[in-house]
């Protein structure tokens, strides 16, 4: 597979990636309905999935994520730029707290307790899940994610890109077996596919 740049890729090498398993602490935003604020997780990414934990001991023990269903990450693009995703939540509780210690993005006690400056974290080492297709007929969830410092923002970044480019270029070079299995009848079809 040509990556563009003259570089080639085995479709081995491919699917490898989207096999990347990366684990550590992240913070996540909830849903406006629970406050709007991040909330310290143990994340887990594997077979191009993403979960999350309370904590490291909870994945240890088997305990089921907190999230209902993984993030497929082929269903899902990385944002680094936070113009494009910011959305300033509004809630008594983010007032309330924004008014008491000057942040309305961290609960109190995880400022008081965190050993990073989450207020430095959430200014520069903020991106988002954003959804690939889209439409005004569903629900556009964001997930609004954090690293607590430059060193974890950018291991997160590199396996995320890595799994979703990964998916991304699978999904541009089908197989044969894959064109023949969506009814394409033309031969030459099937023989560019099978040359990809």
């Avoid at 934990?53 to 680094?80: M, S």
């Avoid at 439409?135 to 291991?155: F, G, P, R």
């Amino acid at each position: 597979v040509d990556k563009g740049e003259g570089d080639t890729v085995s479709t081995a090498e491919i699917i490898e990636n989207t096999k990347l398993k990366a684990r550590g602490l992240i913070w996540k935003r909830q849903p406006v309905e629970q406050g709007g604020l991040f909330v310290k997780y143990y994340a887990v990414l594997e077979k191009g999935k993403l979960d999350f934990y309370k904590n490291t001991q909870e994945y240890k023990d088997g305990f089921n994520p907190v999230n209902p269903t993984p993030l497929k990450l082929w269903e899902l693009e990385i944002e680094t730029d936070l113009k494009k995703f910011e959305n300033k939540v509004i809630s008594l509780r983010s007032v309330l707290t924004s008014t008491i210690v000057g942040n309305d993005e961290f609960s109190i006690s995880d400022i008081m307790s965190s050993d990073y400056d989450l207020k430095y974290a959430s200014k520069n080492y903020r991106f988002a899940l954003i959804p690939k297709v889209a439409s005004e007929l569903t629900l556009q969830t964001v997930i609004e994610l954090v690293a607590h410092d430059e060193k974890a923002y950018n291991q997160w970044i590199a396996a995320l890109r890595t799994v979703i480019e990964a998916y991304d270029i699978l999904a541009e070079n089908p197989t044969v077996e894959q064109t023949m299995r969506v009814g394409t009848s033309s031969v030459d079809t099937v023989v560019l596919a099978a040359n990809k």
